[in-house]
Nanobody, 122 residues
Framework: QVQLVESGGGLVQAGGSLSLSCAASGRTSITSAIGWFRQAPGKEREFLAAISWDGDRTLYADSVKGRFTISRDIPKNTVYLQMNRLTPEDTAVYYC???????????????WGQGTQVTVSV
């Protein structure tokens, strides 16, 4: 079992930055890959980035490559998503999820956090 808690969402102006955190706990959390996803109203859940359990491998969606950075603090068992140059199109609920392997498709992830809202104003 893995428990995930996101934080750091909020309201930011276009061009600004936000850093999201995903605190993981549970017996298998330290050996799980963590992915970040988002879902805007009326849209499907979208993969953003993922990081391996040891932090050595990362994956990014083309839509956020160069703007978003995923990182992992192993002692704190926390994964971060630094988001820069935000636009109103980034407005969505952001979720972190855990899986045993590094995956892109959301259906492969077994555990999900409750989500945190990110709103980017013009």
């Amino acid at each position: 079992q893995v428990q995930l808690v996101e934080s750091g969402g909020g309201l930011v102006q276009a061009g600004g930055s936000l850093s999201l955190s995903c605190a993981a706990s549970g017996r298998t959390s330290i050996t799980s890959a963590i992915g970040w996803f988002r879902q805007a109203p009326g849209k499907e859940r979208e993969f953003l980035a993922a990081i391996s359990w040891d932090g050595d491998r990362t994956l990014y969606a083309d839509s956020v490559k160069g703007r978003f950075t995923i990182s992992r603090d192993i002692p704190k068992n926390t994964v971060y998503l630094q988001m820069n140059r935000l636009t109103p199109e980034d407005t969505a609920v952001y979720y972190c999820a855990a899986d045993l392997s590094l995956e892109v498709a959301p259906e492969w992830y077994d555990y999900w956090g409750q989500g945190t809202q990110v709103t980017v104003s013009v």
